[in-house]
Every structure is written in C-alpha cells, then in structure tokens.
C-alpha cells in the first residue's frame, strides 16, 4: 500500500464514524426526548425490549452508541439493569445490518442517499426534518466512506507478507485477540466488520480464519460502553458487565462451535462464493443465535452483573458533590437529552429538599437557639450554595449541544428554578440571623408568636411539598395549589402584621423582637413568592 492507499484508508475510515455520528447526532435531535416514554413502554417485556434495541442500532448503525445511550439511562435512574439487558442484547442484533447492507452493496447507491440528505438540510426550512435529512445522509456518508476503505486496502492481496499475517488466524484466540483490540480501537464493530468484509472481498483472508476475528470484534465493541460508564453509578457499570458477558459467551460457544462441526462450511453453503455475505451472515447468525439462547436468562445475568460488582457498604461521603448529574461525555450519545433532563430533575429535587430542611431548622432555631441547628443551616446553606453553582455550570454546558425544543425549554426551566431555590435558602439562613440578633440581645419571643412562627413555618413546608413530582399530568394542579399557597401566605402575613402592630402599642413585647418579627413577615412572604415563581416555571417547561 503507497501513502495514497493509507490516507484513503483512514479517510474512508472517518467519512464511516463521521457518517455514523450524524446518523446518531439526527436521530437524538429528532427523538431524543421520546426515547425515555418508548423505553418505557417497550421494555417491560423482554421480546419487545430486544425488538427496541435492534430497531435502534440498526437505525444508527452503532450497537457502542446504543449500549452508551443503554448505560446512561440506567445511571440516570429512566431504566432499570434488567430492562437493560433486553436492549443490549438487540443491539447486538441490530448493529449486524450494516453487515448486510455491505453484502446487499448498497454503497453503489450511498450517494444519493448523501445528496438526498445534505439537500435536505440546505434548502428545506423545517427542523424536523433537518433532522431526519442528517439521518440519511449519514447512512449514505458511512457507506461512501466503506468503499474508500474497500478500494484502498485493494492493493493488499499482491502482498504475500499480508497474506501470510491473515492466515494465521487459524489460531482462533488470536483472531479474537486481533478483533477485539481493532475494535476497541476504532470503538465501533460496525467499522470494524467493514474492514473485515473489504479484505475478505479481496480474498487474503478465509472464512475459517475472519469469523474468529468477527468473534472478537463483538467483544471489542464494548470498550465504548466500559469507557462511557467511567465515573458513574454502580449501576451503569454493571449495564457494561451484562454487555462483555453476552459477547464473550457468545464467543466461547461459537468458537467451540466452529472448532467441533463444520459450521463455517454450512456458512459457506447459503452464499457460495461471496465472502462479505458469508461474513455479514456469520456476523448476524453469532448475534441471534447467542440472543436466543441467553433471553431466557437475562434476569440471571442482571443478578450475576450485581454479584460481580455488589453495592459499597462504605458510608455515603458527606463532601460537597453532585449526586446524580455525571457528565455523559459521547460524541455519539443518543438519548443524552433525556438523561441529562432526569439529572437535572433529581438533583434540583435533592436541592428542593435541602432547602426544606433549612427552613425547618431556622424556624425552629428561632424558637430555641439550639447551636447544633445554627450549625447544621450553616453547613447545608453552603450545600445548596454548591448545588447551585454545580447545576448551573452543567445546564450551561448542555446549551451548547444539540437538543430539540422540549428538552431545550425544561433544562432552561430548571436553571430559572435553581435560582429562586437558592433564594428560598438564602431566606432560611436570614430566619437563622435574626435567632442569632434575638440570642445576642438576650431576648425571646412569646409563645403567642412561637405559634404563629410555627404557622409560619407549616405554611413553607407546604409550599415546597407540593413541587414534588411534578409531571405534565399534574402540572396544572401544582399550579392551582401553589396559587393558593401563596394567597394564604400574604393574608397570614397581613394578620400576624397586625396582630403584632396591637402588642407593640399594648407594650406586650420589646421594640428589637417587633423588628425583627416584621423582618421575618417579610422573608416568609418571599419564600411564598418564590413558591408560586417555581411552580409556574414548571407549567411553562411542561
């Protein structure tokens, strides 16, 4: 091969994963929020989980881009590790039809699949289907860039040295080890398979040797999920367990298989003489047949995933963190929209909680001056500080990739919600000061305002309770409450206002505790504002 051939060789290689990645990138934009309610409908059963994860992988042409999106939704919390296992297991089925379209050579029409596409994209205004345009024209990219890496490794078969390497694999662990590190090199077996198809068209390497290259090639293809689970939750990491134990089962049994029947001759028997069908039905035979076996024992493998890696009994660390946003770093993530809206979501829930906390405490510190309650609002206002800036900082990120109009407006929502959160907490830390002004002016209120402090405090709780679980269901009734929380706010605000303007004038309590009991008048009614702020964000992102 001269230098021409090498850079048309990896050029090809990158029109491939370009192509994919644009077919990935269109499908998240068109779709990406859907994918959580189809999940969700389609995987409670295990065939019709396997039927969604074949059906999407052969859309995008990437099982790695599957599994990622598979390992993120289970890390998020939108899908449990048993329903992963059914969509792992047809991604692997799905990502053999690249395989097939490479036998059937619809790379001769890939063009005008790119054409179609890219014209879309320039002269027709419509998002959607820009979109969907990206979609085909990333099919027709992939292809192209398919042939190119085809026609550059052409000159290979004159080469005896090259010829000689590929016989070896007649050694099948390694074949395995040679497919599997070239996968996980390129991270993506689709490719992979590709290049398999390309030389074996050329006839340098028989079927006897490529389908042990094929075998590994599947088990490479789960680098990208084992690097796309780093830093995640325990659960995401055993999703990538699931993933290497189906391929590297598969593995040993066809490879028992072509060891002890002649199962590459029956192979050979459906297409004779075209080597990238031989190798493309291989590929999708090892997928289905290894899907059928393990279907009835996926639960059993979700439990040996647990086994393999159990839950830490190590305490939770009490350091200042993000507990459920990870970054989901993937150049090709599909469904990345909705799993960064579901950590967006349970972390502003974890803040709401926080603040609720806060509230609690500063009241009841008001009426006891207990120090170790001063402490705890102190460490936890500096929590929900943290949280504040953490969200923020990763909303921030999130616009500026690609998201569709939903999931764009419930993550700018979220932003405006963390702000008025904040606020609410920063009016528990100023209940809490004024206990520190009562404590130092050697001063208490009365147990008529103890109660009214507890009304008070009731009255936020309430606020904050009813934005929990918000849904496009019960939005509207959210709304309506929080409405009328906040009407029942001011008027207990005009009453204890009044109520506290007759003891001042009947001497029944000192000027500095009647200032300060106007100063928390004023910050319960902005927690109330602040409520009903919130409550209105989510009808608007809904």
């Known amino acids: 091969m001269g230098i021409t051939d090498v850079l ?58 599957t599994t990622v999106m598979v390992v993120g939704f289970v890390n998020s919390g939108l899908m449990t590790l048993k329903q992963a296992v059914w969509v792992i297991m047809g991604a692997n089925i799905g990502t053999t039809i690249t395989g097939q379209l490479i036998a ?29 345009s990206s979609i085909f024209a990333g099919l027709g990219i ?48 689709s490719a992979s398979v590709g290049i398999l198809q390309a030389l074996a068209s050329t006839g340098m390497i028989p079927l006897s040797s490529a389908v042990f290259v094929l075998f590994g090639q599947n088990i490479g293809t789960c680098i990208t999920a084992v690097l796309a689970s780093i830093g995640m939750k325990v659960n995401a990491k055993r999703t990538t367990v699931i993933h290497l134990l189906f391929n590297i089962i598969g593995t040993v049994l066809f490879t028992v298989i072509c060891l002890v029947t002649p199962y590459v001759q029956w192979i050979e028997a459906l297409t004779p003489g075209d080597a990238v069908a031989q190798i493309a ?36 660390d009490e350091d200042l963190r993000l507990k459920y946003i990870r970054p989901f770093e993937s150049s090709y993530a599909i469904g990345h929209s909705a799993v960064a809206v579901s950590q967006v979501r349970d972390e502003v829930n974890r803040m709401r909680d926080m603040v609720g906390k806060n509230i609690n405490d500063a009241f009841d510190y008001l009426i006891n001056y207990d120090e170790k309650l001063r402490k705890k609002v102190a460490e936890r206002e500096e929590y929900i500080d943290f949280l504040n800036k953490g969200i923020s900082e990763y909303i921030v990120s999130l616009m500026a990739s690609e998201m569709n109009m939903s999931d764009s407006r419930k993550i700018n929502g979220y932003y405006a919600i963390i702000s008025n959160m904040e606020r609410i907490g920063d009016h528990a830390i100023n209940l809490a000061e004024y206990g520190d002004d009562m404590k130092k002016w050697e001063i208490e209120f009365s147990d008529t305002v103890k109660e009214e402090l507890s009304e008070m405090k009731q009255q936020c709780l309430a606020a904050l309770d009813n934005l929990k679980d918000v ?19 001011d008027d207990m605000r005009d009453k204890y206002f009044k109520k506290q303007m007759q003891r001042l004038k009947k001497g ?35």
């Open 8 to 65: 048309s060789l990896f050029g090809g290689l990158a029109l491939f994963l370009y192509g994919m990645q644009m077919m990935s990138t269109g499908l998240e934009a068109a779709a990406g929020n859907r994918m959580k309610s189809i999940l969700e409908k389609l995987t409670s059963n295990r065939i019709k989980g396997v039927l969604v994860g074949a059906a999407i992988t052969a859309v995008i042409q990437s099982s790695s881009a």
């Open 142 to 189: 992939l292809f192209m860039g398919m042939d190119m890496m085809g026609a550059a490794m052409s000159p290979l078969k004159d080469s005896e040295a090259f010829i000689s390497l590929m016989t070896k694999f007649d050694n099948p662990l390694i074949g395995i080890l040679v497919g599997a590190l070239f996968t996980a090199v390129i991270q993506s077996s």
């Open 281 to 316: 039905n291989a590929h999708t035979v090892f997928n289905i047949v290894t899907t059928i076996l393990l279907l009835p024992f996926g639960t059993y493998m979700a439990d040996l995933a647990v086994r393999i890696l159990p839950d830490s009994k190590k305490a939770e």
């Open 104 to 132: 059937l050579d619809i790379g001769a029409i890939a063009p005008l699949f790119a054409i179609a596409g890219v014209a879309a994209i320039m002269f027709v205004k419509n998002e959607k289907v820009h979109h969907i």
């Open 471 to 489: 849904s496009s269901e019960n939005v509207e009734r959210i709304l309506s409450q929080a409405v009328m929380i906040e009407q029942k706010t």
């Open 508 to 542: 029944k309590c000192k000027p500095q505790s009647g200032i300060v009991f106007s100063e928390i008048l004023t910050d319960f009614e902005r927690m109330g504002d602040h409520a009903l702020n919130i409550a209105q964000l989510y009808r608007g992102m809904e």
